[in-house]
């Protein structure tokens, strides 16, 4: 799933490459990507590209005072195209979201693996319309996220701190990946309480968060949209790395599963040496 780094990434390569362009043509090829009606689709034929943002995982592409938002969801991406063809795709046909052609040739797909099919577009006046991103909590990123920020974030929740980070309403742009290797760097358990951190563990957890996040965006900006897969998973020290050693302390790393995903974590790093088991089945082996 893209997570902040390589939405912030995406934002940047589109700004880039796009930014000055004009879209003449916007084939939706699912139908069920597309979460608004109006404004049509068709009303971002003729405006041109002048900007991006970013909010946690959510992608916005200025057209000049409307906005196309979307969110990637687990299996997106969105794939540069130096020369688009010029047949129209056909609706419901293999991955293919959305397909946008500029006025010098060149364009992007939005497609989505899998069979989820949460992918989700909006065209909107106000990308804070969009339910989602009204939502999201402060961003890591951000100058003001201190420890008394997250310290914020984090009091009186009684979830899990791995649940607690991937929540969108609590912090936004951190997913699965990123929250087990912050976890792994800060040597906390992924079941430990959200809630009851010390002071010192708040942060180790800060430091930790934010030095994840701002390295992998430092590494992925300026890389092409086909490159940042890649390189999200050749720079992981824990996550999906289940099996092969940690990288600091040469323990196996292991991984917990359920049903559509998991996540990985480092036994003598992080929980003291203790094996964790999947809650719905066991709260810890001893």
């Known amino acids: 799933m893209p997570e902040l780094p390589e939405v912030e990434a995406l934002a940047r390569f589109v700004a880039e490459r796009a930014g000055g362009t004009t879209i003449r043509r916007a084939d939706l090829a699912t139908f069920s990507a597309l979460k608004t009606f109006d404004p049509p689709l068709e009303a971002v ?64 797909d939005v497609t989505e693996q899998g069979t989820e099919k949460r992918l989700a577009i909006w065209i909107v006046a106000s990308p804070e319309s969009v ?91 300026g890389l092409p949209a086909s490159g ?11 996550h999906g790395r289940a099996g092969l050693p940690c990288p600091e302390c040469g323990d196996d790393v292991r991984e917990v599963s359920y049903a559509t995903k998991a996540f990985q974590y480092c036994p003598t790093c992080q929980t003291g040496g203790k094996l964790l ?3 719905r089945l066991s709260r810890l082996l001893k």
Request: hydrophobic share 40%; no cysteine.
């Open 131 to 221: 339910e989602g991103i009204q939502r999201l909590g402060p961003d890591p990123l951000t100058p003001g996220f201190d420890v008394g920020a997250l310290r914020a974030v984090l009091a009186g929740r009684p979830g899990q701190l791995k649940n607690v980070l991937i929540d969108q309403a609590a912090l936004a742009g951190v997913g699965n990946a990123y929250s087990d290797e912050a976890l792994h760097v800060a040597k906390l358990s992924p079941y430990k309480a959200a809630g009851k951190l010390t002071d010192a563990e708040l942060e180790r957890l800060h430091r930790a968060l934010v030095g994840v996040l701002s390295e992998a965006a430092a590494r992925s900006s």
């Open 228 to 238: 940042l897969k890649s390189d999200k998973k050749s720079n992981m020290r824990v």
């Open 45 to 108: 034929v003729g405006r041109t590209i002048t900007g991006t943002r970013r909010w946690g995982k959510y992608l916005g592409i200025d057209l000049d005072g409307l906005w196309m938002v979307m969110h990637l969801s687990r299996g997106g991406w969105l794939h540069w195209r130096e020369e688009v063809p010029a047949a129209r795709p056909k609706l419901g046909k293999g991955p293919l979201a959305l397909r946008v052609a500029l006025d010098n040739g060149s364009g992007f």
């Open 277 to 279: 088991a999947d809650r």
